[in-house]
T-cell receptor, first 111, second 113 residues
Framework: DVKVTQSSRYLVKRTGEKVFLECVQD?????MFWYRQDPGLGLRLIYF???????EKGDIPEGYSVSREKKERFSLILESASTNQTSMYLC??????????FGPGTRLLVL | QKEVEQNSGPLSVPEGAIASLNCTYS??????FFWYRQYSGKSPELIMS????GDKEDGRFTAQLNKASQYVSLLIRDSQPSDSATYLC?????????????FGKGNQVVVIP
């Protein structure tokens, strides 16, 4: 079974703090994704990566950056957290067969 | 035009009835289609994938694909209270060198005992 894990289930941060969200998958998948999900807006793609050290902007990259130094790990960074970044953050990974699996999600609250 | 649209509002069905969900997509070259189920506060879970025109059945779930009309549907037979969730339609969007999934906003299903 594919396993995608995220470093935290719940996180509370203050405005202006630097926030790191980490995602690890154990299936040697090439592709990894970061989404945020907000009521009424659905899933929105922030960044994705199709190889180590490669990254592509998604639909809403502003205010975020990512890092993929190892194949199994994909990190999302909020350089200076703001209240409008309060959301559910979902990591996903996908191999060549296109089936995409999600991690459990991190619910981030920025005060 | 949105890449993936799920236009129906919340769907309430009595226990034991059939729940029917529809999804349309805009990119004619898409070849892979998925349905995810998401319980409140949880992450999406893949329940069905379909790649060819026609029907695909898995237990109480049936996915239907019509590429000519660019729609995908999901039927849930003998609906159970445990089927109460939001169902997300996802379509693969091919792009040079990589591809990604485009998601609809989801349809909430409430099964009434």
């Amino acid at each position: 079974d594919v396993k995608v894990t995220q470093s935290s289930r719940y996180l509370v941060k203050r405005t202006g703090e630097k926030v790191f969200l980490e995602c690890v998958q154990d299936m040697d998948h090439e592709n990894m994704f970061w989404y945020r999900q907000d009521p009424g807006l659905g899933l929105r793609l922030i960044y994705f990566s199709y190889d180590v050290k490669m990254k592509e902007k998604g639909d809403i990259p502003e205010g975020y950056s990512v890092s993929r130094e190892k194949k199994e790990r994909f990190s999302l960074i909020l350089e200076s957290a703001s209240t409008n970044q309060t959301s559910m953050y979902l990591c996903a990974s996908r191999g060549n067969i296109e089936t995409q699996y999600f991690g459990p999600g991190t619910r981030l609250l920025v005060l | 035009q949105k890449e993936v649209e799920q236009n129906s509002g919340p769907l309430s069905v009595p226990e034991g009835a059939i729940a029917s969900l529809n999804c349309t997509y805009s990119d004619r070259v898409s070849q892979s289609f998925f349905w995810y189920r998401q319980y409140s506060g949880k992450s999406p879970e893949l329940i069905m994938s379909i790649y060819s025109n026609g029907d695909k059945e898995d237990g109480r779930f049936t996915a239907q694909l019509n590429k000519a009309s660019q729609y995908v549907s999901l039927l849930i037979r003998d609906s159970q209270p445990s089927d109460s969730a939001t169902y997300l339609c996802a379509v693969n969007i091919p792009a040079e060198g990589n591809n990604r999934l485009a998601f609809g906003k989801g349809n909430q299903v409430v099964v009434i005992p």
